[in-house]
Each structure stands twice: as C-alpha cells, then as structure tokens.
C-alpha cells in the first residue's frame, strides 16, 4: 500500500506576529465555525481519491490551531481517522502557542490522538517577544510547555530565532542554554528573513535594500559576522547537549526527527486540506484556492458567506497581494469539475523538475541524497546528470561525495542556497 501524508491548515490568530507571512488572520467564533465546518467537509469529500494510501503522519498547522476550539480542533482529527486509513503509529502533530492553549485542552489534544506537539517559543527574552509581536511572556511558554508535559507529551518540538533587530549573540545564547535546560525533543532553530508585506519589512527590509550595496549593517540587526556566529553557537551547544542536526533548521534527539517534515525533503506523497493548502501527490503539485469565500462556498455551501469573512478577506490581500492576482486555475479536463473548483496552479512535474527536486531538497537534510535511490528513481545515474556540479563544490568544500551519498559540508551548509541552485538543470 502506498503511503502518504496529511497537513490541515487552520488559518486563523489571535494577532499578526510583526514577521509573520503565512495565509492567516485573526477572526471572530463564527468564522471559526463556519470555516471549520467546510474543512470536514473537504477531509469527508477528498477521501476517495486517496482511500489506496496509508497515513503516515498528520500536521496541524497555520496559523495557531490551538486559537480555534479545543472540541472544534479534535473534530476535524475525528474526521481523519474516520475517513482515512491510518498507520497505527502515525505521527499526528499539532502546532501550539503559549497563550492559546489551557491544560485542559492539552489533555484533550493528547486523547483525541495527536502524540507531537509544535510550541511556538521563538525567543526567552520578553524584550524581544514583544519586539516580535508576540503574545506571550515566557513565563506564559514555561506554563504551557508544563502542561504539555502533564498532558503526557513525550515529543515536544520547540521553535527559535535569531538574527531578530536588537538581538546579540550573548542574549541568543541565553535562549538557547534556556531551552536546552527544559530538554525537549526536537528543536527547530530559524533565522528571522524579513519577508515583503509584513510590518518588518516596512521597518527593516526597505532600508535593508538601500544600504546592501554599501555593505553597511542593517539598521537594528544583527551584522552578517553575528548571524553566522549565532548559527555555528547554535549547532555548537545543542550536539553537545545531545541534539542531532538532521535538517539545516532541525535538530532531534535520536529517533525524534519530524516524520511529517522528512515527507517533503524527501518528496513522498503529502495532501494538505484548509485554505491554501499545498499539495504534492504522485508527482503533481498543486494547491488549494485562497480566497476564503470561494473555499466556503464549495464546502461550507455558504455563496452567501462574504459578510462573515470580509475583513478576513480584506487582511489576507494586505499580506498577500500578488496571491490575489494569480488565482488563475489550470485549464485541463483530466479532472472533474468539482476538481477544478478547489484547486489552482495544478502542475504535473517534468522528469527534469523531480530530479531538480530531489536534489536541492534532499540536499536539506544532514544525511544527504543517495546515488543509488537517484538511480532507482529516474533511470540514470547521478554522475551522468551532476557529475561535474558536484565535483565542483566539492573541490570548493562545499559537498561531500561518499559513502554513495552526497551531502552539504559546514561550510556548504552556510552557503545552502548558493550550492542548491546550481542543481537547476538550465544552470548545469
């Protein structure tokens, strides 16, 4: 049987972090309602076209899931496991923010099923969290992730930033010895990009721009020479507490890397249910519509429901504008018409596309891209296709070329996006 994986979006905050770029608002109960009404019902409608797959992991994500109803949230888990065949032990993960979430609700998460919680921490200063926008003190995070573990979690992932305006290296390293005494089970450690559309932008990315042919630092960040040092701190003090860097962002104690993420670099099979949500499935990307009435209008059967969502609506085209503008739907008769309703930028990927994929993807992960599942997958030989690439950044110490693997080096990890575009075909 073959095997695939589940992402449920919940689009839906209490407030717009500053930084914050995904498809998500802040909206009243009875959007939440409405909204999560029509995500069961596309879970319900969408199941006999993957009724030949096994799931193996689950991701609620946003957003803050844990923003919506805790019986509300549990229903929509209800539905999958009633409508899809599930893997005993599948992975079933759910983001949380401090602030969001009661002990009460942990305990009924942890009943309905999910056994990995994602707790949105970013930084131990409360300096920085409000600078972020964030709604919660730390104090609020070590409440939650306490009840987490009271709730009976054994695989909690905490997220962190660096390179945030204002921040040092010593105040990034007090956040880190902070959660290393806490002794989750996984860690994803990002460094802030400042993304067009959001409030940073208008603060930091505009000027940013100005002064990046001078070379100057950019107003209220970190230098280059500070990022790159928190990155190496980063890697320095979470192996030494025991941490494996699996993923160029990720780090687990052993047997606790993320299912569900290891899904999308090593670019198995994943369906995503909610407002905007991607998909890859069989080698055909594609995604779901991202206006919210017309979403609401295929599942909730709600044409009427522009007054319940419009200043959702209004906030989505503020944070995605050029969204708005390229909903065009693939033109293709190979799908029915209720197909075509739900889903845009359908696009079947080139043999040339997979293998480009499989590279600059697989190239994430610490262990690497194996030779011999290149040449199972496509026919030919990696050598064949990015012999001279690889021979390249390795003379550079960019790559490593053995064990039939070829994997990012330190160095090459530093400067990931420079390798990986170079396994673009038309560059090679």
Known sequence: MKSISIYIHIPFCVKKCQYCDFLSAPADSRAQEVYLRALKQEIREQAARYREYEVQTVFIGGGTPTAVPCENLCEVLKTVFSFYRMNPHAEISMEANPGTVTKEALLSYRKAGINRISIGLQSADDVELKLLGRIHTYRDFQQTYRWAQEAGFTNINLDIMSALPGQSVENYKKTLETILSLKPQHISAYSLIVEVGTPFYEKYGQESE?????????????????????????????????????????????????????????????????????????????????????????????????????????????????????????????????????????????????????????????????????????????????????????????????????????EGMDLSNYVMAQFLLDEV
């Open 210 to 410: 100005k002064l990046q042919a001078t070379g100057e630092k950019q107003p209220d960040l970190p230098s280059e020479e500070e990022e790159r040092e928190m990155y190496a701190l980063t890697e320095k003090l979470l192996a030494a507490a025991g941490y494996h860097r699996y993923e160029i962002s990720n780090y687990a104690l052993p047997g606790r890397e993320c299912r569900h993420n290891l899904v999308y670099w090593k670019r198995g099979n994943y369906v995503g249910f909610g407002l905007g949500a991607a998909s890859m499935v069989e080698n055909v990307r594609f995604e779901n519509i991202r206006e919210m009435q017309e979403y609401l209008a295929e599942y909730a059967g709600m044409p009427d429901a522009e007054p319940v969502f419009a200043e959702v609506a209004q906030r989505d085209a503020q944070v995605l504008p050029n969204e708005q503008e390229s909903s065009l739907r693939e033109d293709t008769h190979s799908e029915d018409e209720q197909e075509l309703s739900i889903r845009e930028n359908v696009h079947p990927l080139s043999p040339q596309e997979q293998m480009e994929e499989t590279m600059f993807l697989g190239l994430r992960l610490t262990e690497g891209v194996s030779k011999a599942e290149f040449h199972r997958q496509f026919g030919v030989s990696m050598e064949q296709i990015y012999g001279e690439v690889i021979r390249k950044n390795t003379a550079k110490g960019l790559l490593i070329d053995e064990a039939g693997y070829v994997c990012l080096t330190r």
